[in-house]
């Protein structure tokens, strides 16, 4: 759970930033900081998604999971829940309170909700590698430093619910650990790592991808290359 832990610290340490700087950052330099951080962002997942030993385990599972994902909505679901939670947040009478839980409803979503969270928290919990959730977390302090310097401290209590999500993954994923083979986490982190790149797209806002929808390809590829002959 190192690389979730560091990542509790990031949001913490950016949001002390952010406190520190009440009016706010240029958006120029927003932009840049987020711009540089999205090219980051795809080397890493070109990086997984090049460790691939059989590309079309690879193929099939983001088809099966787009398939799944579509079905599901999990896209329009996630965009539910937070359009729910910020008419509740919006209607609250008390200003401080409503400000507070605002900053810690967007910030947790930004945070847990996405195919970083997800796979560098499975990627952590399978085979110790940080890498993941450390660029994330340099992303997250950033971003941190953003969010607080407009809405105050309750994005970093939004660390919670980032402690609590990646680490029962992180758990999860190394409970399943002694039961996949290489190839099964091998082929798994090259799926994921074609998400991060995703992540990357959004982020340069080159393309509006779905991405949600397209989690349910990280257990299908999973699934696909255990029962795949070698």
């Known amino acids: 759970m190192k690389g979730t832990l560091v990542n509790v610290v990031a949001v913490i340490l950016g949001s002390g930033v952010g406190l520190a700087l009440k009016q706010g950052i240029p958006e120029k330099y927003q932009n840049t900081l987020i711009h540089g951080m999205s090219l980051a962002v795809g080397i890493i997942g070109l990086q997984m998604a090049l460790k691939t030993q ?18 599901l909505n999990i896209d329009g679901g996630l965009n539910k829940i937070g359009e ?41 919990g399978l ?18 430093v953003v969010f607080t310097s407009s809405m105050g401290i309750g994005v970093a209590f939004s660390s919670v619910s980032v402690l609590v999500y990646q680490g029962l993954i992180t758990l999860l994923a190394g409970f399943f650990s002694a039961v996949l083979s290489e190839q099964v986490v091998t082929e798994l982190t090259a799926t994921g790592g074609i998400l991060i790149v995703g992540v990357s797209i959004l982020m340069l806002e080159i393309k509006n991808i779905k991405l949600a929808n397209l989690l ?15």
């Open 54 to 71: 059989n590309v079309l385990i690879v193929i099939l599972g983001i088809a099966v999971g787009a398939v799944i994902g579509e079905a």
């Open 84 to 124: 729910w939670l910020s008419a509740k947040l919006s209607g609250s009478d008390e200003a401080g309170k409503s400000n507070i839980g605002r900053g810690f409803v967007t910030a947790s979503l930004v945070y847990c909700i996405g195919a970083m969270a997800v796979v560098g928290s499975i990627q952590d």
């Open 127 to 144: 085979t110790g590698d940080t890498s993941i959730l450390y660029a994330k977390s340099l992303l997250d302090g950033i971003i941190s």
């Open 216 to 230: 349910p390809a990280i257990p299908a590829a999973a699934i696909i290359a255990y029962y795949w002959p070698i």
